[in-house]
T-cell receptor, first 114, second 112 residues
Framework: GESVGLHLPTLSVQEGDNSIINCAYSNSASDYFIWYKQESGKGPQFIIDIRSNMDKRQGQRVTVLLNKTVKHLSLQIAATQPGDSAVYFCADNRASSGYSTLTFGKGTMLLVSP | DAGITQSPRHKVTETGTPVTLRCHQTENHRYMYWYRQDPGHGLRLIHYSYGVKDTDKGEVSDGYSVSRSKTEDFLLTLESATSSQTSVYFC???????????FGQGTRLTVV
């Protein structure tokens, strides 16, 4: 079947390098942001989140940076490993009929070479 | 996968036939969602539920209906499947609209 990775921007890195994946969002009212990782044939997996009252949040080998002024979100992966190869999506919450739902970006494919 | 089961995992159906996809959760989360994923479009919200019998439309709801008669089950129905509904469908759950959503493994639907 057709891969979810078709038509996606791709970031290719060497094992051990640091990776930075970027995302722009459009809704200035969004106050919650998430990064997901999706491996081939699987559902998206939560990596890290950040709320709009923060600029930076760190997890294990991952850091998310939020710049609300330019509506930009980035995911930094330290010491990238072959197992990090996947499609990465950012998502932000948007209100609809009084309830918030997540809206996803189109994704970036990360390819890690040994 | 955070106690989420989607069924079936794969289905091939003919144009014009009704199809129902099921999402079952064991986490007792209030919110449940149906997304479709297509190359070049990412994940798009079809419908969501914020409680039993409480549902609302998402970005791409035309041709789809949903039902939630109990907390653990969220059904997505294609009343009359079309080839444009060939896609991978994901169910997700969350405790609230402002917390992380957890996804199922997906259902690959092919309409021929």
């Amino acid at each position: 079947g057709e891969s979810v990775g078709l038509h996606l921007p791709t970031l290719s890195v060497q094992e051990g390098d640091n990776s930075i994946i970027n995302c722009a969002y459009s809704n200035s009212a969004s106050d919650y942001f998430i990064w997901y990782k999706q491996e081939s044939g699987k559902g998206p997996q939560f990596i890290i989140d950040i709320r709009s009252n923060m600029d930076k949040r760190q997890g294990q080998r991952v850091t998310v940076l939020l710049n609300k002024t330019v509506k930009h979100l980035s995911l930094q992966i330290a010491a990238t490993q072959p197992g990090d190869s996947a499609v990465y999506f950012c998502a932000d919450n948007r209100a609809s009929s009084g309830y918030s739902t997540l809206t996803f970006g189109k994704g970036t494919m990360l390819l890690v070479s040994p | 996968d955070a106690g989420i089961t989607q069924s079936p995992r794969h289905k091939v159906t003919e144009t014009g036939t009704p199809v129902t996809l099921r999402c079952h959760q064991t986490e007792n989360h209030r919110y449940m969602y149906w997304y479709r994923q297509d190359p070049g479009h990412g994940l798009r919200l079809i419908h969501y539920s914020y409680g039993v019998k409480d549902t609302d439309k998402g970005e791409v709801s035309d041709g789809y209906s949903v039902s939630r008669s109990k907390t653990e089950d969220f059904l997505l129905t294609l009343e009359s499947a079309t080839s444009s509904q060939t896609s991978v469908y994901f169910c997700a759950i969350s405790a609230s609209g402002n917390t992380e959503a957890f996804f199922g493994q997906g259902t690959r639907l092919t309409v021929v």
